[in-house]
Nanobody, 123 residues
Framework: QVQLEESGGGLVQPGDSLTLSCPASREFFSIRSMAWYRQVPSKQRELVALMDGFGSTNYTESIRGRFTITNSGEQFKPTVVLQMSSLKPEDTAVYYC???????????????WGKGTLVAVSS
């Protein structure tokens, strides 16, 4: 199994920056994608940013140009990072990281999730 634990959330003011980090507890055999999602109460979890196995990234329109997803760890034992700038009150949510991949050569592909970290943007 793999544990993912997000950190870096907190209460910030509009216009501030924040960096979320999510290290994987063990090495993967192969990774299909890494991503950050967010969720507010009574709404579905929303994909915010995704990086595929080739390093290509994709962002939801509302955060494009303000958020950046990177891997600050190793290729198969990643630390998924979300750098957020120019934060807005509507960015307030619980942010979750996920990694979609194979932990062994013979294991099935699975998506692993962290437990989330709260980002609150308020003046």
């Amino acid at each position: 199994q793999v544990q993912l634990e997000e950190s870096g959330g907190g209460l910030v003011q509009p216009g501030d920056s924040l960096t979320l980090s999510c290290p994987a507890s063990r090495e993967f055999f192969s990774i299909r994608s890494m991503a950050w999602y967010r969720q507010v109460p009574s709404k579905q979890r929303e994909l915010v940013a995704l990086m595929d196995g080739f390093g290509s990234t994709n962002y939801t329109e509302s955060i494009r140009g303000r958020f950046t997803i990177t891997n600050s760890g190793e290729q198969f034992k990643p630390t998924v990072v979300l750098q957020m700038s120019s934060l807005k009150p509507e960015d307030t949510a619980v942010y979750y990281c996920s990694i979609d991949g194979w932990i062994t050569e013979v294991s099935g592909r699975m998506t692993y999730w962290g437990k989330g970290t709260l980002v609150a943007v308020s003046s």
